[in-house]
Protein backbone atom coordinates (compact mmCIF):
# COMPACT_ATOMS: atom_id res chain seq x y z
CA UNK A 1 0.00 0.00 0.00
CA UNK A 2 1.43 3.22 -0.82
CA UNK A 3 1.25 6.08 1.59
CA UNK A 4 1.20 9.72 1.11
CA UNK A 5 1.09 12.00 4.05
CA UNK A 6 0.32 16.06 3.15
CA UNK A 7 1.18 18.39 5.35
CA UNK A 8 1.36 22.82 5.18
CA UNK A 9 -1.49 23.81 4.41
CA UNK A 10 -3.79 26.67 6.48
CA UNK A 11 -4.44 30.41 6.42
CA UNK A 12 -2.31 32.90 4.15
CA UNK A 13 -2.74 36.21 3.44
CA UNK A 14 -2.73 37.12 -0.09
CA UNK A 15 0.83 37.55 -1.74
CA UNK A 16 2.02 35.00 1.55
CA UNK A 17 3.55 32.38 1.20
CA UNK A 18 3.29 28.57 2.40
CA UNK A 19 5.27 25.49 1.94
CA UNK A 20 3.32 22.10 1.44
CA UNK A 21 5.34 18.87 1.99
CA UNK A 22 3.96 15.11 1.13
CA UNK A 23 6.05 12.66 2.46
CA UNK A 24 6.24 9.20 0.97
CA UNK A 25 8.22 5.58 0.87
CA UNK A 26 12.16 6.14 -0.64
CA UNK A 27 10.51 3.35 -3.58
CA UNK A 28 8.01 6.18 -4.88
CA UNK A 29 10.39 9.00 -4.27
CA UNK A 30 12.77 7.17 -6.29
CA UNK A 31 10.90 5.61 -9.02
CA UNK A 32 7.18 7.27 -9.58
CA UNK A 33 6.04 11.18 -10.61
CA UNK A 34 5.21 13.22 -7.85
CA UNK A 35 2.85 15.55 -8.50
CA UNK A 36 0.36 18.45 -6.89
CA UNK A 37 -3.18 18.70 -7.91
CA UNK A 38 -5.99 21.25 -6.80
CA UNK A 39 -9.56 21.11 -7.17
CA UNK A 40 -11.92 23.97 -6.41
CA UNK A 41 -15.34 23.12 -5.83
CA UNK A 42 -17.66 21.50 -8.24
CA UNK A 43 -14.58 21.35 -10.79
CA UNK A 44 -12.06 19.13 -11.89
CA UNK A 45 -8.99 18.77 -10.39
CA UNK A 46 -5.97 20.25 -12.05
CA UNK A 47 -1.95 19.77 -12.51
CA UNK A 48 -0.07 22.31 -9.95
CA UNK A 49 3.13 20.94 -10.56
CA UNK A 50 4.93 17.49 -10.76
CA UNK A 51 8.61 16.27 -10.87
CA UNK A 52 9.13 12.65 -12.61
CA UNK A 53 11.72 10.24 -11.47
CA UNK A 54 14.98 12.45 -13.43
CA UNK A 55 13.93 15.32 -12.25
CA UNK A 56 11.93 17.18 -14.99
CA UNK A 57 9.31 19.07 -13.53
CA UNK A 58 6.11 20.79 -15.16
CA UNK A 59 3.65 23.27 -13.78
CA UNK A 60 0.01 24.37 -14.13
CA UNK A 61 -0.14 27.11 -16.79
CA UNK A 62 -1.77 29.17 -13.82
CA UNK A 63 1.09 29.04 -12.16
CA UNK A 64 3.19 31.42 -13.78
CA UNK A 65 6.84 31.38 -12.15
CA UNK A 66 4.88 31.64 -8.34
CA UNK A 67 5.54 28.16 -6.97
CA UNK A 68 8.46 25.47 -7.01
CA UNK A 69 8.04 22.06 -6.54
CA UNK A 70 10.94 20.18 -5.60
CA UNK A 71 11.88 16.73 -4.29
CA UNK A 72 14.46 16.01 -1.18
CA UNK A 73 14.96 12.23 -1.74
CA UNK A 74 17.18 11.89 1.96
CA UNK A 75 14.13 13.03 3.32
CA UNK A 76 11.58 11.14 0.78
CA UNK A 77 9.77 13.92 0.44
CA UNK A 78 8.50 16.32 -2.42
CA UNK A 79 7.72 20.17 -1.36
CA UNK A 80 5.16 22.91 -3.19
CA UNK A 81 6.63 26.07 -2.32
CA UNK A 82 4.07 28.87 -3.36
CA UNK A 83 5.04 32.23 -3.42
CA UNK A 84 2.80 35.67 -4.22
CA UNK A 85 -0.25 33.38 -3.19
CA UNK A 86 -3.82 34.91 -4.60
CA UNK A 87 -7.48 34.54 -3.51
CA UNK A 88 -7.97 32.40 -6.38
CA UNK A 89 -5.63 29.96 -4.69
CA UNK A 90 -7.90 29.11 -2.14
CA UNK A 91 -8.62 25.42 -2.98
CA UNK A 92 -7.49 22.17 -1.25
CA UNK A 93 -4.25 20.78 -2.54
CA UNK A 94 -3.38 17.01 -3.31
CA UNK A 95 -0.36 15.27 -3.62
CA UNK A 96 0.02 12.26 -6.01
CA UNK A 97 2.40 9.82 -6.61
CA UNK A 98 2.12 7.75 -10.07
CA UNK A 99 3.08 5.52 -12.95
CA UNK A 100 1.67 5.08 -16.06
CA UNK A 101 -0.31 1.46 -14.75
CA UNK A 102 -1.13 3.20 -11.03
CA UNK A 103 -1.15 6.08 -8.97
CA UNK A 104 -1.80 7.06 -5.78
CA UNK A 105 -3.10 9.74 -3.53
CA UNK A 106 -2.63 11.78 -0.66
CA UNK A 107 -5.98 12.92 1.32
CA UNK A 108 -5.35 16.76 0.70
CA UNK A 109 -4.48 19.87 2.34
CA UNK A 110 -6.56 22.63 2.52
CA UNK A 111 -4.75 26.23 1.36
CA UNK A 112 -6.93 29.77 2.36
CA UNK A 113 -5.89 32.85 0.50
CA UNK A 114 -7.70 35.52 3.07
CA UNK A 115 -7.19 38.83 4.08
Known amino acids: QVQLVESGGGLVQPGGSLRLSCAVS????????LGWYRQAPGKERELVAS???????NYGDFVEGRFNNSKDTSKRTVYLQMNSLEIEDTVAYYCKAYLQWAEYWGQGTQVTVSS
Open 51 to 57: VDSHGNK
Open 26 to 33: EYVCNIYT
